[in-house]
């Protein structure tokens, strides 16, 4: 008897979960292992966030709230929404998920149905194909290298739309790649969209992490036929160092929000009521949040510039200047050696933990987190430059 669906069985395991397992019980046999492979801020929640969580937790706030969202937070979120993205929209069209990733999923199993192609540019966050597959649809991904800065043209996405595309997902700043498109290039990909009558699925959870003064923009924000066509995906998890507490936040157009809502009612219901006080508090207290923010991105700009030049110091590794999220992406083709050898081996011989790029869309490459302590990335380039030396 045939006990698995064709769901359970269509489906690969997140491989950057499976790395950090991986490495996390090295550590716990004692080993010494340097961990790129963590897709979360290495900091602490900040205090008043957790504060304000502990204290809804005394005052009783441990039951169901409705299935979207706390009402008070879903008026926070469109308050920020309105100051920070310049778009504006009503608390019915907001849904609160217990995380992002739940977010995504719902965003696309409320719009996709069996036959539908979703455009997914590659090096892709390693969910979003196998999330279409489950609603049945097709993922179509087009792939952009290092040389275009691992963004996708206009040209390209056109050309990858056909009459069976409902969906086209677009994530800026970018896991893996730490990419970030500039306005006018969203804007280019929007007006490709809109032209062609395709919804768009903007995952813009690192939309706060970004370093040498770039902006990020909001397709949704470009102008109200582009609302109308957009769902936006954020969340609490990597700007406040939450990822435990599971919590994202998606914005559509009236009817999709719905569905969206009616899709989580029969699932998950709520996401954690408590938790949501916590992220009440990180929207409201704005000058605290940015205070905690901006020490938090001060670290990270300064991991982030040691980990790129230590690893375009070594020969036969090539890494461009992401400027967004936590990660960078760089190229081993002057290695000659595939990914997923090179994070094996790497991992065995020298206890480093990387993501092959393979699992992302990109053989050639590697993803690096660099959300972890400076001894970490000093000791984890030494070894790594080691590595690369003997291959
Ligand atoms: N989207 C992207 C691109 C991500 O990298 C992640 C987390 O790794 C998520 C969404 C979901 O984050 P969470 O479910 O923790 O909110």
């Known amino acids: 008897q045939d006990r698995l669906s064709v769901w359970a069985k269509g489906i690969s395991p997140s491989p950057t979960l499976a790395v950090d397992a991986k490495a996390k019980a090295l550590k716990a046999e004692g080993k010494d292992v340097c961990g790129f492979g963590a897709g979360e801020p290495d900091f602490d929640t900040p205090e008043f966030i957790k504060e304000a969580c502990v204290e809804a937790l005394r005052a009783g706030q441990t039951k169901y709230c409705p299935a979207a969202g706390l009402p008070a937070l879903k008026k926070a979120l469109a308050d920020k929404y309105k100051l920070d993205n310049n778009l504006e929209v009503d608390p019915s069209q907001i849904v609160v998920s217990p995380g992002g990733k739940y977010s995504c999923y719902l965003a696309i199993l409320a719009t996709c149905s069996p036959g539908d192609e979703v455009v997914i540019p590659a090096p892709f966050w390693v969910s979003y194909p196998e999330m279409v597959k489950l609603a049945g649809a097709t993922p179509v991904i087009i792939s952009a290298g290092e040389e275009a800065d691992f963004k996708i043209t206009p040209e390209q996405l056109r050309a990858a739309i056909t009459p069976k595309t409902k969906l086209v997902i677009l994530n800026s700043p970018s896991n893996p790649t730490g990419t970030v498109y500039t306005p006018v290039e969203i804007e280019a990909l929007v007006e490709v969209c809109l032209s062609a009558g395709v919804l768009i699925m903007s995952d813009e959870i690192y939309e706060y992490l970004l370093y ?29 160092s939450m990822t435990g507490w599971r919590l994202g936040t998606l914005v559509a157009p009236k009817a999709i929000a719905a569905a969206v809502g009616d899709l989580q009612s029969q699932t998950s219901s709520n996401a954690t009521t408590f938790a949501q ?5 990180a929207l409201k207290q704005r000058d605290e949040a940015k205070a905690a923010v901006a020490k938090m991105l001060a670290v990270f700009d300064s991991r982030r510039l040691k980990l790129l030049n230590g690893l375009n110091a070594i020969k036969g590794i090539n890494c461009r200047r992401a400027q967004g999220a936590f990660y960078l992406f760089p190229s081993l083709s002057g290695l000659g050696i595939s990914s997923t050898d090179f994070a094996a081996r790497l991992l065995e011989e020298e206890l480093v933990a990387v993501v092959p790029g393979v699992a992302f869309g990109a053989d050639e490459c590697m993803r690096l987190s660099y959300a972890t302590s400076d001894e970490v990335i000093d000791k984890g380039l030494e070894r790594l430059a080691r590595f690369c030396q003997q291959l």
């Open 212 to 240: 040498d003064g770039v902006t990020h923009l909001s397709p949704a924000s470009l102008s109200k036929e582009a609302a109308e066509s957009t769902i936006t995906v954020g969340g609490f998890s990597k700007t406040f």
């Open 277 to 281: 006080f916590g992220a009440l508090a």
